[in-house]
């Protein structure tokens, strides 16, 4: 049996952690810049506002106290995700996170959980089956279903007293069906569903874009052979899935039947490239500008690379400039490393040059980025430079260090003076940001 556990409008309910004020009322986190909605509370749907929608073009109604906006506050959710996971990690027995506000566990055998009392049909509660968009069979045999239930609601009440997060929890045999699942369970009240035995009356009713795995393009190939539904998707002939999409619809239909394919490596391999680039809260005009802000999304990435234990050949640098319509022109670099690295000094000093290749005077840029290619693991036999004076394990060692007293303190404790000391008018806007009372003593709330 697997698990989902997923956070409900997760952003938005972070926010109403530490703000009561914003319980009950129609609430959406922005993206970066505070460009558009990209987390919407029930109220907020219940509008008919959709995902994605600008922010200016809600201003007026924010104005009139109708709606509430919060900037993204990506420190306060990923600390709150941590807690998530600490809990999920002391209640299940594996715990594999897929993303900040999603988990699949894998729960305490039925003999862990004890038998319980044998239900009907999925063992939960159908008197609000309504409030779901999907049937929910029933079955007159019983069967021992109930502990599992069980398991989720107290799973579920325990990361709502503790960290103060509603989830939704889905079990199934299968981590897609289980994605299906945790669906169907953030629309009953008590949060939960299991996935019956046989599920065909639910998949006939799913279309195929809503499945884990489909993605935007696959569905109209997928009609053309008239593979509407979950159903057709699952019983479909395993050839013409492949012709569709290859062995990874086939895998997902096999999901669907209740044969396990997807494991941690699908969605937690090491990644072929790493990048970091972000769009200026206003234009830059200044090469300092422009230097320090591909400084400061150097050291980011540079972080990511050593959280996954790699070192990277070389990087490509690009700005973009700015352009009142939107879009605008692209300048990079490629930049070649003397040897592969995960330190951040040897990379900033590699590019110094390249910048000054990228800035023009008189022209605004909206934006830079770095992406780092030719990633290999830093336990790798490597040629090293005969004439290297320093090696690079203690450049490695002093970045870690980094990395870990930044983690305990707070990002951007420790930093590069490329990054710049003093006020970075590069920086993205996030007029509407919250405190961070979870990671920030200076921000810790207060009683009055």
């Not at 799913?206 to 884990?212: G, S």
């Not at 300092?288 to 990087?315: D, V």
Request: charged letters at 25%; aromatic letters at 8%.
């Amino acid at each position: 049996m697997i698990g989902l556990v997923d956070g409900n409008n997760f952003f938005v309910s972070c926010e109403r952690v530490f703000n009561r004020r914003l319980v009950g009322r129609p609430v959406a986190v922005l993206s970066n810049n505070d460009g558009c909605c990209v987390s919407r509370s029930n109220e907020f749907k219940a509008l008919g506002i959709p995902m994605g929608t600008p922010y200016f073009q809600l201003k007026s109604r924010e104005a009139s106290g109708e709606l509430s906006f919060c900037s993204s506050n990506y420190e306060l959710y990923g600390d709150l995700s941590n807690r998530i996971v600490s809990i999920l990690r002391e209640e299940a027995v594996e715990v594999e996170q897929y993303s900040i506000d999603e988990a699949f566990i894998t729960p305490p055998s039925l003999e862990a959980l004890g038998n319980g009392e044998l239900v009907t049909g999925n063992g939960a509660d159908n008197s609000d089956s309504s409030r779901s968009p999907f049937p929910i069979p029933r079955s007159p045999f019983p069967i021992p279903r109930s502990p599992y239930l069980a398991y989720g609601r107290r799973l579920r009440s325990k990361i709502l007293r503790w960290v103060g997060i509603p989830c939704g929890i889905g079990f199934a045999c299968t981590k897609t069906l289980a994605k299906i699942a945790n669906h169907i369970g953030k629309k009953r009240p008590d949060g939960v569903f299991l996935m019956p035995d046989d599920p065909t009356e639910i998949l006939a009713s799913l279309p195929t874009n809503e499945v884990w795995g489909v993605g935007r393009r696959l569905p109209a190939k997928l009609r053309a052979e008239r593979i509407i539904t979950a159903q057709h998707l699952r019983d479909a002939p395993d050839d013409t899935l492949r012709a569709i999409g290859g062995v990874t619809l086939l895998r997902t239909a096999m999901e669907l039947r209740g044969i396990a394919c997807h494991d941690e490596r699908d969605y937690d391999a090491d990644p072929d490239s790493i990048s970091c680039s972000r769009s200026f809260g206003k234009p830059v005009t200044t090469l300092e500008g422009l230097s320090e802000s591909l400084a400061a999304y150097t050291a980011q990435a540079a972080a990511k690379l050593r959280r996954h234990g790699l070192f990277a050949a070389g990087c490509n640098i690009y700005a973009q400039i700015f352009e009142s319509g939107g879009g605008g022109e692209f300048l990079g670099r490629t930049v070649m490393f003397p040897t592969p690295t995960d330190a951040t000094n040897e990379m900033l000093r590699a590019i110094r040059e390249e910048v000054d290749a990228l800035y023009v005077e008189d022209v605004r840029y909206r934006k830079t980025g770095i992406v780092f290619f030719g990633l290999e693991k830093s336990g790798v036999a490597r040629q090293t430079d005969l004439f290297e004076t320093t090696p690079t394990p203690v450049h490695s060692r002093l970045y870690r260090a980094v990395d870990a007293l930044n983690a305990r303190y707070g990002k951007g404790k420790v930093f590069s003076a490329a990054e710049g000391i003093g006020p970075r008018s590069w920086q993205m806007k996030r007029a509407k940001l919250s405190k961070r009372p979870t990671t920030r003593w200076d921000e810790l709330m207060t009683v009055r």
